[in-house]
């Protein structure tokens, strides 16, 4: 399964640790990140040699590819936000994770299409059941 992982940039790069711990655990259980350059120290200047369209060709059609998309959504982002939109309107499951007692977005809590699922994490073994849950329901739609 190719999941897309979506986190702050631009927002702030203070959850790399943890945007490398997600990934790093759906790797872990087989998973395909194609956007894993996102946990990258130094990201903003490699896409500072990047022109605005090919960074938004790139993420979308990464999107596109995906089967899911999982959003670390605690840093507020209107990349990451832009992402969530794009993947629903794409109709990919998106998983948007956030630290209890972050202010996540209403617009992100309050969606009721059925794409888009938020949960809060306190603890690294709270956010791997989370991730489990959320991967093994894409694998196995209805169980």
Not at 16 to 30: E, G
Not at 57 to 74: F, L
Not at 87 to 100: G, I, S, W
């Amino acid at each position: 399964m190719k999941i897309f992982f979506a986190g702050s940039i631009r927002g702030g790069r203070q959850l790399i640790p943890t945007y490398r711990y997600i990934i790093r655990f759906l790797k872990s259980r087989n998973f395909t990140v194609i956007s894993e350059h996102v946990a990258a120290e130094g990201l903003e200047k490699v896409e500072a040699r990047m022109t605005e369209k090919e960074i938004y060709e790139k993420d979308a059609n990464w999107i596109e590819e995906s089967d899911c998309v999982v959003a670390e959504i605690t840093i507020p982002s209107i990349g990451v936000g832009y992402e969530i939109c794009h993947a629903v309107k794409h109709k990919k499951p998106v998983l948007c994770l956030y630290e209890t007692g972050a202010k996540a977005s209403a617009m992100v809590l309050g969606n009721t299409t059925g794409f888009v699922t938020a949960k809060s994490y306190s603890d690294k073994k709270q956010l791997e059941d989370i991730l489990l849950d959320f991967t093994h329901a894409q694998i196995n739609p209805g169980n």
